[in-house]
T-cell receptor
Framework: GDSVTQMEGPVTLSEEAFLTINCTYTATGYPSLFWYVQYPGEGLQLLLK?????DKGSNKGFEATYRKETTSFHLEKGSVQVSDSAVYFCAAGDTGRRALTFGSGTRLQVQP | NAGVTQTPKFQVLKTGQSMTLQCAQDMNHNSMYWYRQDPGMGLRLIYY???????DKGEVPNGYNVSRLNKREFSLRLESAAPSQTSVYFCVGASEGVHGYTFGSGTRLTVV
């Protein structure tokens, strides 16, 4: 079945630092790819998505590009803020499978 | 407020007790899902319902049962709780398959 692998956390950065969180997937076919964010005590919220190779998803300064050749969807942000502290989940899925497969999550801590 | 509502938010059970986690949505979602979240393991699919009257097993269905009572409600039942079922449970609704996930705020369950 499909699987999603994320870099382990926590990732600790100073404010205004550059962020990269790695994500790779294995799947039959070409799934859609997603990044979700979870703030303490809440459910997950969609951050961005890409539905086909070379698509770039972006939202709130975060970006990720669907790389078919490396089966990757790394999350990046040029300048993180304390308010970005959260857990980030990479996910993959397509309509035929009816459900998303999630990675294990990466905790980001941004220090002032 | 529109969305996916889970009850209760917190619950402590003794081993062997039973309980039902309730989930209701008012977004006219066709599909509903139950995931569990455990540290280092991300979210794992327990059961899902592609439409009213249908349910299917996910990755980790053992020890659980579900009921799609109507289009709005999708409950998760633990017949005989075990410590291994200590987790945070999320109900999810979706109208566009994997592209339209809306998460509830979660139920934190502890089995002692």
């Amino acid at each position: 079945g499909d699987s999603v692998t994320q870099m382990e956390g926590p990732v600790t950065l100073s404010e205004e630092a550059f962020l990269t969180i790695n994500c790779t997937y294995t799947a039959t076919g070409y799934p859609s790819l997603f990044w979700y964010v979870q703030y303490p005590g809440e459910g997950l919220q969609l951050l961005l998505k890409a539905t086909k190779a070379d698509d770039k998803g972006s939202n709130k300064g975060f970006e990720a590009t669907y790389r078919k050749e490396t089966t990757s969807f790394h999350l990046e942000k040029g300048s993180v803020q304390v308010s970005d502290s959260a857990v980030y989940f990479c996910a993959a899925g397509d309509t035929g499978r009816r459900a998303l497969t999630f990675g294990s999550g990466t905790r980001l801590q941004v220090q002032p | 407020n529109a969305g996916v509502t889970q009850t209760p938010k917190f619950q402590v059970l003794k081993t062997g007790q039973s309980m039902t986690l309730q989930c209701a949505q008012d977004m006219n979602h066709n599909s509903m899902y139950w995931y569990r979240q455990d540290p280092g393991m991300g979210l794992r699919l327990i059961y899902y319902s592609a439409s009213e009257g249908t349910t299917d097993k996910g990755e980790v269905p053992n020890g659980y049962n579900v009921s799609r009572l109507n289009k709005r409600e999708f409950s998760l039942r633990l017949e005989s709780a075990a410590p291994s079922q200590t987790s945070v449970y999320f109900c999810v609704g979706a109208s566009e398959g994997v592209h339209g996930y809306t998460f509830g705020s979660g139920t934190r369950l502890t089995v002692v």
